[in-house]
């Protein structure tokens, strides 16, 4: 079993940054693919980033590109979103998942475990 417990979330106004954590219980932290996505109000939840095991294999959907930047640190069970030039299209409810698939982890398809979300609010 992993729990994800995502932190960081917050009020910012655009073009600023803030920087999400998404701690993992257990053991095996280091065998899962991690990654982000986000739920924006009266929208589907989407894919915005997903890393390796190893954190040598990332993935941005498009509109985070060159913005936003995941990373892991295994000795921490923990993930990271640094996300920089922030936007109002940018607020939403974001949550951490965790599969050992990295190709669930992308698409957010058969994920095995979901944090509950912390809040992004990018005001204009």
């Known amino acids: 079993q992993v729990q994800l417990v995502e932190s960081g979330g917050g009020l910012v106004q655009a073009g600023g940054s803030l920087r999400l954590s998404c701690a993992a219980s257990?053991?095996?932290?280091?065998?899962?693919?991690m990654g982000w996505f986000r739920q924006a109000p009266g929208k589907e939840r989407e894919f915005v980033s997903a890393?390796?095991?190893?954190?040598?294999?990332?993935y941005y959907t498009d509109s985070v590109k060159a913005r936003f930047t995941i990373s892991r640190d295994n000795a921490k069970n923990t993930v990271y979103l640094q996300m920089n030039s922030l936007k109002p299209e940018d607020t939403a409810v974001y949550y951490c998942?965790?599969?050992?698939?990295?190709?669930?982890?992308?698409?957010?398809?058969?994920?095995?475990?979901w944090g509950k979300g912390t809040l992004v609010t990018v005001s204009s």
């Open positions: 890393i390796g095991w190893r954190g040598s294999i990332t």
């Open positions: 998942a965790a599969d050992i698939n990295l190709a669930s982890v992308r698409t957010g398809s058969g994920v095995d475990y």
């Open positions: 257990g053991r095996t932290f280091s065998s899962y693919a």
